[in-house]
């Protein structure tokens, strides 16, 4: 028995001396050869597991561990199986690369039968295969495009319907291809969704255990039995041993499939290729760049062999093209390397030394001239001109444009050649009927179409549009072309569609009658004057909420991402009441983050406008944006129509609405903010946007704060953040300041959880008592806030000193219900004008009858007086009685005027002068209240307004004391009490009123009644849309730019007030 050997040329050379021993015994061999291998299956101590391969992105294999120079790899075992010779010097280094090559090419042999999506066969589904990196065929793309899809390739429809990315696929990981049946799932779901469940495989890149290559049957692994090897045939089977493997491949110690051909016939028929040439067609396989890169045939000089390899490619053998140097000298195309490289690994194909695409620099620049300057010979027949390698794209491109130049010429001539078949004679296009006309025309639509596609977006309207107004050009039929000119661009005849939805909003036309209207002038002008109903629809999409995309920083608490959202139900997330009752009312609101997006795109270019008159750079403003937001909510009033079903729901109506006020920028220079616009018309229903439509009463406190409660939780999130939005087309952020103004006494005491109007605490901004008031009519000040009534809420509620209801009430200063929104502390200037109005009617009657003389007037006298009243308003001022108070009513008899007529009836002479001097004196404090800006609109008043009001306080208190003795009203108490405070706090009281609100009352009854539906939820959405769209100061630019068109469409509504035909025909000229 020999010695065991002294050499130490691996961690395993301490071995058996027998398995070195080339006599052996073939049991003993069979044993030993056992052990040998699955010693080497586990790897040693020293030696570091191998790494997994990530599953998404591309990255190239780990560089193979190639030693030169004979040179002995650690932890090699077959050393011991060959007598001290190891696998790398048996084999070499050219032949595993060529059998590497060989395995990647069966891979992607395999890749290239199956299906991309599902995974199965190509073959086993009838039907053709599919490009996924294709564009649509006209089949494809016409099925898509009747279901509403406009993509035009493969690759965004995969993306669509299985939310695959197929864009970065490779095809040494991924088949190219997918199956019909495939196919008919993309088309059948429209190219937006799947409706079957199919299932995308995962697709690995190739390695030693590589599913396609080694598959593994199910049936071995659960019996556990050993594979039977398949015995082919005797008489085509070499003489070879047991254990001889010729034919197969070892790739990392294991056995794989075996090369193409037939392996099994026998060695006499067995045909191989050179290795060369195999070695060849595998690269080919891997780079695909036959088409791409040139072909050293084309040098017209016989050059030496040694000089023309240093301008080839080491992987494909072709010219260099964008070429690279590796750290070792060798030169490649940068897109072949790139393939070979993640596909064989980081070493170089020359040397195999390791490289990475990364170490590659460009060659020198005197190589590139040269490589640039060599001739190649024209491969075009009949052009023989040699051309260097740097024009030679160019060359051949101007063939290539020659011969489709030429080829089109042929297709012309051949199209207009007319060819007589015999028969009848060919009748004119348009004697044809229509499908005849399709038929004929069909070849011209189908290359119009292609061309739309390609070069204008799939607009093929307009490239037809384009292509009849150079028609008519060429002919010098201008007229005509004028007007299809005017047409196309939005003006002259034909209106452009915001122009149309902005009359249709501000007449109130209901969707038949703006169609009726449509066809009527269609029919009457000849032309198409007015734009049909679609047109309108897509208008309104940009201008609703929903349309624009914007961000939140931080994103809003409570508040979903999305941004198109559109109306939405307001009682969403809202099952039941406390009583656990179902929601006895209809809502429809906006999301509020949704609607201030879409109204700050709507005043776009006023802010950009700003910009310009401040002299502000446009680039540089892109933060410290403030918006101002007023709020209003009121209740309507009895809104009851007869027609609508659906659910019994009470036939009060609450609408909440904001203003933008202003919007201001702080510059990176200046301290101060520059107010960049300000709303003109703070008042006007044309600036109160409307956020909810609810039908329910506003004395319900309940259903009122479920309604507005997600409203609530919106607005204090968006407190809290940022919105980043585009407006000029830059990013910019703004942040929001809410103040609850536009709210009547009966609706600030539901927010803030008051007792009612009528309560001992009469006032919702301070503390007094209504005895209090009327003694000290002017010295007060706001104490109340929202804070503060939460805090008495829950001394209410929870009664901590065990007190009596009076003793509690007291303290809690008549909070009995919970505040569930915010409001500014503030005077509304149109219901104080309303209230206070009242009052001098009462005192108008009293003064009639002289009260101040009599104890209690029966009510028959206080009836006689208030006709007597009437009537004589009614005679010299023309004022109807009223059952309720109105602003109209109020403003015509707060006048001096009245005052006069009113004295007409009073006896005595004195009692008149006093009603002048009241009137006087509240004629000069009114402007302060209910100007915009008083301290510029009226300075004097608003410098003497506290002495004007302590006038008007003595007035009450001497002259009018049987009327004021121990008791005030609401209004005159905020009026003489809490009216300069408030200005000095927020510059203005009028600005912040309610008025925009409830002169948007009429809009809803108005606008109820064009979109009168049979659901009323669907009509409160038709009066929720049209209302935010008569709102919007895009259509107001275009209302006020065409007053000729809104007339001429007044007058084709009402043929009774139109004039004659000619006449309207001039009109619709004008526009």
């Not at 050993?226 to 008489?235: D, L, V």
């Not at 939405?568 to 929601?583: E, M, Q, R």
């Not at 009241?918 to 009114?926: A, D, I, S, V």
Request: one cysteine or more; proline letters at 5%.
């Amino acid at each position: 028995m020999a010695e065991p050997s002294l050499e130490t040329d691996g961690p395993r050379s301490s071995m058996p001396a027998e398995l070195h021993h080339p006599h052996s015994e073939y049991s003993q061999w069979k044993l030993k050869l056992f052990r040998v291998r699955s010693m080497e299956k586990a790897p040693l101590p020293s030696e570091a597991p191998p790494e997994k391969k990530p599953l998404l992105g591309i990255s190239p294999p780990p560089t193979p561990n190639i030693e030169l120079d004979n040179s002995v790899g650690p932890g090699s075992v077959m050393k011991l199986c060959l007598g001290g010779k190891s696998k790398e010097n048996v084999e070499g280094p050219s032949q595993r690369l060529d059998m590497k090559l060989q395995e990647m090419d069966t891979h992607m042999s395999h890749l290239r039968g199956l299906c991309r999506l599902c995974g199965m066969a190509l073959r086993k589904v009838k039907g053709p295969e599919h490009d996924v990196h294709a564009d649509l065929d006209q089949a494809s793309k016409g099925a898509l495009r009747k279901m509403g899809c406009k993509l035009t390739s493969w690759s965004e429809v995969i993306l669509k319907v299985f939310k695959v990315d197929v864009t970065d696929d490779t095809e040494s990981a991924h088949p190219l291809s997918f199956c019909h049946r495939c196919w008919m799932v993309a088309i059948r779901g429209g190219g937006v969704c799947s409706l079957s469940r199919t299932r995308v495989p995962e697709w690995k890149p190739h390695s030693s255990h590589c599913q396609l290559c080694f598959p593994r049957k199910p049936t071995f692994q659960r019996t556990g039995r050993k594979r039977r090897k398949i015995i082919p045939r005797a008489q085509s089977l070499a003489k070879r041993t047991k254990w001889d493997h010729g034919n197969s491949i070892n790739i990392g110690e294991r056995r794989v499939l075996r090369p193409f051909g037939n392996c099994n016939q026998g060695p006499g028929l067995r045909g191989r290729r050179r290795p060369s040439i195999q070695r060849e067609q595998w690269v080919k396989n891997i780079t695909h760049c036959q088409n791409e890169h040139l072909s050293t045939k084309l040098i017209s000089e016989n050059l030496p062999a040694d000089f023309l390899s240093s301008f080839t490619c080491a992987v494909c053998d072709h010219l260099l093209s964008d070429p690279i140097q590796s750290p070792c000298g060798h030169l490649f195309c940068r897109s072949c390397f790139m393939k070979y490289s993640y596909v064989l690994g980081s070493h170089c194909p020359a040397c195999n030394s390791p490289c990475a695409p990364d170490d590659c620099i460009k060659p020198a620049k005197s190589f590139l001239s040269a490589l640039l300057s060599l001739s190649l010979l024209c491969p075009n027949s009949g052009c023989e001109k040699q051309v260097s390698l740097e024009t030679f794209k160019a060359h051949c491109l101007s063939h290539e444009l020659d011969e489709q130049d030429a080829n089109q010429l042929s297709s012309e001539l051949n199209n207009y050649l007319l060819t007589n078949k015999g028969g009848r004679p060919r009748q004119h296009l348009l004697l044809l009927t229509r499908r005849a006309q399709k038929h004929r025309l069909r070849e011209l639509k189908n290359q119009v179409k292609i061309f739309a596609d390609k070069e204008e977006g799939g607009d093929l309207k307009s490239v037809c549009q384009t292509l009849f107004l150079l028609a008519l050009r060429s002919t010098n039929e201008h007229r005509q072309a004028d007007e299809l000119e005017a047409m196309m661009q939005g003006r002259g005849f034909g209106l452009h569609p915001a122009v149309c939805l902005a009359i249709r909003v501000n007449t109130f036309l209901s969707c038949s009658q703006y169609h009726k209207m449509y066809r009527t002038v269609k029919a009457t002008s000849g032309r198409q004057v007015f734009q049909p109903l679609h047109t309108l629809r897509a208008v309104e999409k940009e201008l609703l909420p929903g349309f624009h995309q914007f961000e939140w920083q931080p994103a809003l608490k409570n508040v979903s991402a999305s941004c198109n959202v559109g109306i939405i139900n307001g009682l969403s997330g809202w099952a039941a009441s406390v009583d656990d009752t179902p929601a006895d009312t209809i809502t429809r609101r906006f999301r509020y983050d949704v609607a201030l997006v879409s109204a700050l795109k709507d005043l776009e270019e006023d802010i950009m406008e700003g910009l310009r008159e401040s002299g502000l750079e446009d680039s540089a403003c892109t933060s410290g944006f403030s918006v101002m937001i007023k709020e209003s909510c009121d209740g309507m009033g009895d809104v009851s129509e007869k027609h609508g079903g659906g659910p019994v729901v009470p036939e009060k109506a609450v609408r909440f609405s904001f203003t933008i006020m202003s919007v201001s920028v702080r510059a990176e220079t200046g301290e101060e903010d520059v107010t960049l616009f300000t709303e003109q018309k703070p008042n006007s229903e044309l600036s109160c946007k409307p956020l909810c439509l609810t039908f329910v009463d506003e004395s319900d406190h309940e259903t009122l704060t479920a309604v507005l409660g997600p409203v609530v939780t919106e607005r204090k999130a968006m407190t809290e953040s940022r919105l980043i939005l585009s407006i000029g087309g830059l990013l910019r952020s703004f942040r929001f300041h809410f103040r609850g103004t536009g709210y009547d006494e009966k609706m600030v005491r539901e927010m803030e959880g008051l007792e009612a109007s009528g309560s001992t605490y009469i006032c919702t901004l301070c503390d007094s008592t209504r005895a209090e008031a009327s003694q000290n009519m002017v010295l007060h000040s706001v104490t109340r806030s929202h804070d503060e009534n939460l805090e008495r809420y829950e001394i209410w509620r929870t009664n901590p000193y065990s007190e009596s209801v009076e003793e509690l009430r007291d303290r809690v200063k008549g909070v009995s219900a919970k505040p569930f929104m915010e409001t500014q502390p503030t005077l509304d200037a149109l219901h104080c004008d309303i209230g206070n109005a009242t009052e001098f009617y009462k005192i108008f009657q009293d003064e009639i009858g002289e009260v101040y003389e009599k104890v209690n007037p029966s009510r028959e006298e206080r009836r006689s007086w208030r006709a007597a009243l009437d009537k004589q308003l009614r005679k010299k001022m023309k004022l109807k009685p009223v059952m309720r108070m109105n602003g109209n009513y109020a403003r015509k008899l707060m006048t001096m005027e009245a005052v006069e007529v009113v004295c007409e009836l009073v006896p005595s002479e004195e009692r008149r002068e006093a009603l002048r001097e009241l009137m006087r004196l509240y004629l000069q404090m009114k402007p302060v209240w209910r100007a915009t800006c008083p301290s510029k609109e009226c300075p004097d008043q608003l410098c003497r307004y506290s002495f004007n009001s302590q006038r008007f306080a003595d007035l009450l208190s001497s002259t009018f004391k049987y009327r004021y003795n121990g008791k005030i009203t609401n209004y005159l108490h905020k009026t003489l009490a809490h009216v300069p405070e408030i200005i000095e706090r927020d510059g203005s009281i009028g600005a912040w009123a309610s008025e925009g609100n409830e002169s948007a009352n009429k809009l809803f009854r108005r606008f109820r009644k064009m979109n009168a539906r049979q659901s009323k939820a669907f009509e409160l959405e038709d009066v929720l849309k049209h209302h935010w769209l008569y709102t919007s100061k895009y259509l107001q630019k275009f209302m006020e730019a065409h007053k000729d068109s809104a007339r001429a469409l007044q007058a084709t509504i009402d043929p009774v007030e139109a004039q004659d035909i000619e006449y309207m025909s001039l009109e619709m000229n004008d526009f």
